[in-house]
């Protein structure tokens, strides 16, 4: 899949698609640009009308009420008008039949697409087909297959540089089901662009992907030795399907190994922050006593998502260019 | 359940759960301001930007579009922003889970959660924890369980001073089944606070809940004696569901002993008002022809509905303090 | 069903429920008016607050989320709030009970409802019974049964004028499933007010109407013969359900006959637009090289949709009057 497809000819960014690729000083601008939209002492967002006007489309083939919302939430915020649709992915089986239903879309004059997807590349697809037919429209990845959700993965950049500052000295270990995740891709190639040095990937091996070490991520089966003086522990959701299927035993013989407790936590530096996408498996892949613990930095990324999602509308649209 | 919830240390309104323990001071102003929003000649609601900028959540446990709307319309009329949120209560069984969704929906920086939800005392426990982590959110209770349905009190409240005046003079009968009925529990609490002195309960005997004696009020299972020159009847809607039940023998057994007919109104004062909280079953609880007669209000109660949940949202956010 | 129920006692335009009986003065103002919100040489459409402050109720009592979405947009567009309620035809099976249903939607105060509805007819019945009770509120039809899609003639003939200029010399086609098409309905009324002298209808025996001679339409069942040095090929969706009864044998079969090809096209002039309301079945009644040919507007139809529906909109609420 190309990558350029995100930036324009000047290379600007014109669809957020993945972090995969993203150029660091790009990156760096919306984490830069987020915080415009934040009260950090009150841990409140603000409104503006930077977008007044604009029609933003939340196109999702898959459903996510919580994702919906947060795009939702900053559209709205940024004062634009935010249609949501819930395409049912079965009437749009065929590619072809997909790429008519974002041309209807396009006719109806949006200026972003908000694209969720089952189908990793969907978005990727869309965005193509969109810079031949409208190319004034801008298009967002709000999370496709297994392959990105790069919103989530700067929200966790905010997140880690609002707490920590400097990537360039940080140990980062992210932990669960790698295999199957989008967030841990994305997350790996922010933190990799970001220059962290020491990037780590904890999980059984049934859920651990191959070609790690070509990442430069450094893969443990062991927790306690994954989790060894780390800054920063991003733990993944570990979806109840897998739970069920070959791949894991049992949630309480996966909890024994791999969930997340105090106990384990003070392998990591004592002043770590734990993170975590949402929605949690309390007593699955965390504990309750740390995900409302004071290391938890959990709902700090709810808010900050918000703002990084407005950083990101209003970076397309030019306004903020 | 503690009802002190619902004020703050000052004595204000800070959550409206229940018409149960909250004091007649504030629920007259409510009444009061609701005429603010409302042009009574020409039954018109006026738009105004008095929550411009402020983020409202509609969070539906359970689906009701009737409902969710009043709260949608009130929330535009007063410029505030609106999503809405279907959350599948499969999807939130354990309690734990509930707050996980609630402190994630609160760190999108809302400024009020609208909450149904099947279960009595959802709102509480929302409420309860939000006055823990997020203090600044206000919490609507739009129904839940059999416990209480206050907007739909209030909306019944204003209707009844609007026609009738002086609280202190009127007999009220509540007509129906009154066992799983949130909207006449609320009611009954408002009628008793605004010092309603004959408060008449009417329904069959599997339909009556205990204790209606210590609620203060008088309970009947003859419809022709419980309608005696009252000034306002309240009509229950019958639950479908409870017509196949064992609680009733059928439909139109129910309307011979339990219908409201033109001949069972005339019991009532000449000049009395007939509510119903809506959607009526014609043929069953009421009849036609006095659901469309010159005595119904049950239109009016639509409008005022959304003239009072205006002001229960402006009050909360302090904009009409 | 009686037509003049759309005009008031002025011959003004109160609601839009049929392009039958719709006079041509009405028909070619809201055509008019439609220029006045599109920029067409770049295809935009413009936003405006005509409508600010009022409140219209998208009510679909059957699901169509790309038809709601364009009167959504074009709500916005005029800075209208907008309500969409999808309202379960099974709940609303009795039509007394669609009744209350529309009292307790116009009870909220809406200005305007926009109804989709599977039953032919229920917008007229819901237009007459508004007209009793809250004669303030204007009615759209989005679609009703088989009977009309007025709002999608009105942006067929908008793109045919757009295209083609003065209708008085045109020849036009309507291909595909006449017998159950309400957008051919509404299309052939729309045409023969505006005076095209020469409409024909394409289709198999199975799934050509009775009655085409007394709409003053010739009916043809040789796709070769009826595209026979046409200005504009309206296609019809073949819907799904059709191709799996009896009365068509197969897709391909049909397509074999009835799909329009390059080849076929070559009958029409050789400026002939191609029309099609979407979504498309791309290789059943047309072909991938057709539908997106360079005489192809299938796509101009649905930005001109998004002008056609504000016209309408701002021309029922007297703005545009």
Redesign the interface.
Known sequence: MPRSIQLNAKGELTHLLSTEGLPKAILLRILDHAKDFLDVSK???R?TDLLA?K?IFNIFFENS??TR??F??AA??LSA?I?N???NASSTAKG??LL??I???????ADMFVVRHAQSGAPYLIAKHINQ?APHIHVMNAGDGRHAHPTQALLDMFTIRHYKGDFTQLRVAIVGDLLHSRVARSGIHALTTLGVPDIRVVAPLTLLPSGTAEMGVRAFTNLDEGLEDVDVVMMLRLQNERMRGALLPSPQEYFKHYGLTEQRLKRAKSDAIVMHP???N?GVEID?VVADGAQSVI?????FG?AVRMAVMSTLNGVAA
């Open positions: 841990m409140q967002v409104n006007g029609s009420t919580r919302t947060t939702e939430i709205k915020k008008d249609v649709l819930n395409v072809e039949s008519d239903t041309d209807n879309l396009a006719a109806m004059r037919v949402g929605p949690m309390r309750s709902l700090s990324q709810v808010t918000i």
